[in-house]
């Protein structure tokens, strides 16, 4: 039985089209990964089918009483809630079963033996709702998520308003699970996610009955939990069965073949048009002329899918630093209260570091103590002489209002327009994306707009924090090969092993000096 369908779906922004004509349904149990590079409407597509948006054409019906749950990374959390409050009220409809049971019981005392016998039905019919609902099980259930997500690690009474956006990501992906909807909307779950974590949620979603649309990047993580693929690209939908990497198999073939057929068309045309012009003017071979023409007006012409342009990343590399990056004695960083133990660290030039370990230990306000932007709460930093340093942050809180040529021409006025373009073309971003404002991209798209800003600079430390996140499969592998061959020295947060493995020297696991217990 069809749970979701979509029939002849068009839409776009302004004069770019994001779908053209794409129709999909979604089947009870499938498990499907929703892929294609940044900025071909994946989000919108999930905008679309919850209703957060509406479709220039086409129609989307969902069957009826399916419970829908999407993680919408916009959701605003109640100032005030703690987190387990947040948690507790996946589970609402049942504390209001609750109520009205009790309501029930409380009346009991003043209605007729007929009225009673009503009643004892209802209430026997809530009491196995709640019993099948496991509504006496609810705090234990509470308690497995945000173990299973490591929202305990933050504490479970802490005010949801003192949180940062990744963790509260984490805690609107933990109200999902225990929402248990008859459909998962899933949009990057891994990107605020450490290794640990990105490992329960593989179990989770490979042992989960119900259905789930999963959009992600990180494809180890696709691979191992989805039974089929829909690709987007160039305003289609395309239906591939198995993981990812049996669709890029097939996709591939499909490639060629379709290549194949277009040069033998293409072949086919020129001799067509060849002997008609050759012809036409002679009475004897005219109908011939004729008859090849008509056969050239009705042929379905082969289209070539045009190639998406690849990201290209190459660092600039500033005049060499002195020997030391930095050095750090009894470092104790933190905001009111101590995250680490007195730590005595040392990055030499030259050095690639990733730094890693679970969410909440601190890598981030590591970072930022080490550049300066936070005071230590004890101990001191020495940093070295002449260092140019380009930070990549995990979070732009502010939401630019700049069009991409604005962003990047404020921050290099220097160029001329056309250099300036260049440069955002180089990220992979097409016109239609650079002529854009900021603030409409996609994730990844957005990302490449920093990167761009990032590469045009002069530096001989990167620091960088998930730069991969919302990044596709093709700018994740050129910002790898880049970072490989920079000559500086880097210092890197990645939840990603397949990324940072390839590009680090040297790895630091800030799970053995923070103060938080595992």
């Known amino acids: 039985m069809s749970i979701l369908t979509v029939q002849n779906l068009s839409h776009g922004f302004g004069d770019r089209a994001i779908f053209n004509n794409v129709s999909f349904r979604l089947l009870k149990g499938e498990h499907i990964g929703l892929i294609g590079a940044n900025g071909e409407g994946k989000s919108t597509f999930m905008n679309i089918i919850t209703g ?76 196995d709702m709640l019993t099948n609902n496991d509504f006496y099980t609810i705090d234990a259930k509470v308690e497995e998520i945000a173990r299973g997500l490591g929202l305990d690690e933050l504490g479970l009474d802490r005010d949801v308003n003192d949180l940062s956006g990744g963790q509260r990501t984490k805690i609107l992906l933990a109200k999902l699970l225990l929402e248990k909807p008859d459909i998962l909307l899933l949009d990057e779950p891994t990107n605020y996610l450490d290794e640990q974590h990105i490992e329960w949620l593989k179990r989770y979603l490979q042992e989960y009955e119900n259905a789930f649309i999963l959009i992600s990047h990180d494809i180890p993580f696709l691979n191992s939990v989805i039974n089929l693929v829909y690709h987007m690209e160039n305003q289609e939908l ?31 045309i020129a001799d067509l048009e060849d002997f008609v012009a050759r012809n036409k003017a002679r009475v004897a071979t005219r109908n011939m002329a004729m008859s090849r023409q008509k056969k050239l007006d009705k042929m379905e012409k082969i289209e070539l899918t045009k190639e998406k342009p690849k990201p290209e990343f190459n660092f600039k590399t500033a005049r060499t630093p002195s020997k030391y990056i930095f050095q750090a004695k009894d470092l104790v960083i933190g905001y009111d209260e101590p995250l680490s133990r007195p730590l005595n660290l040392s990055m030499e030039r030259g050095q690639k570091i990733a730094l ?12 930022r103590s080490l550049l300066g932007e936070i005071k230590p709460l004890n101990g001191t930093i020495e940093r070295g002489d002449f260092l140019e340093i380009g930070y990549f942050e995990q979070e732009i809180k502010t939401e630019s209002n700049n069009t991409c040529i604005d962003e990047v021409w404020n921050e ?50 990167l620091v960088l924090d998930e730069p991969t996140n919302h990044l596709d499969v093709d700018a994740k592998e050129e910002l790898k090969r880049a970072l490989k061959e920079y000559k500086g020295s880097i210092l890197l947060i990645s939840h990603e092993p397949e990324f940072y493995q390839d590009v680090a020297t040297d790895i630091w696991n800030g799970e053995t000096w923070t103060t938080k217990v595992f």
């Not at 069965?241 to 198999?249: E, L, S, V």
């Not at 890693?356 to 970072?367: D, M, P, Q, S, Y």
Request: with cysteine; aromatic share 8%.
């Open 356 to 367: 890693v370990g679970a969410n909440g230990i601190g890598k981030t306000t590591l970072l």
């Open 238 to 268: 395309n239906r591939y069965a198995g993981d990812y990497d049996h669709f890029q198999h097939v996709y591939e073939v499909k490639k060629q073949q379709v290549e194949a057929a277009y040069k033998k068309q293409q072949k086919e």
């Open 52 to 127: 957060e948006l509406e479709p220039d054409e086409g129609t989307v019906s969902w069957a009826k009483n399916v419970r829908v749950g999407f993680l919408d990374q916009h959701t605003v959390l109640e100032k005030g809630l703690s987190i387990r409050d947040v948690l507790k009220s996946a589970f609402q409809y049942l504390f209001k079963m609750e109520e009205d049971m009790n309501a029930m019981y409380e009346k009991m005392g003043d209605v007729t033996p007929e009225e009673m016998e009503t009643l004892l039905e209802e209430v026997g019919v809530i009491q």
């Open 412 to 461: 290099y006025p220097h160029l001329s327009q056309y250099e300036v373009r260049a440069a955002l073309a180089k990220c992979g971003l097409m016109t239609k994306h650079i002529e854009s404002k900021v603030a409409v991209l996609s994730g990844g798209e957005k990302a490449k707009v920093r990167l761009c800003k990032l590469i045009n600079e002069e530096t001989n430390l």
